[in-house]
């Protein structure tokens, strides 16, 4: 989304804030499921980077248990 820290961080934003505002409370008042992911009010997959055993090692190297 068009936020100050992705655009710090030099991206450009694929998303207005608007377009996002409808997902917001979705998932509190509908009955989605729950741990889903979602691209606004449809259920979604998350990147394909997200499910790679490889990338998730450096994220929990880096937090800890």
Same mark, same amino acid.
Do not use: F, I, N
């Given at each position: 989304m068009d936020r100050a820290m992705v655009r710090e961080g030099g991206i450009t934003p694929l998303h207005a804030v608007a377009d996002g505002a409808s997902g917001v409370p979705a998932p509190a008042t509908r009955d989605l499921g729950s741990g889903g992911c979602f691209d606004?009010?449809? /259920? %979604?997959?998350?990147? $394909? @980077? $997200?499910y790679? *055993?490889?990338?998730?090692?450096? /994220? @929990? %190297?880096?937090?800890? *248990?």
């Open positions: 606004s009010t449809t /259920p %979604a997959r998350t990147d $394909a @980077a $997200a790679d *055993p490889k990338v998730r090692e450096r /994220p @929990a %190297a880096v937090t800890g *248990p």
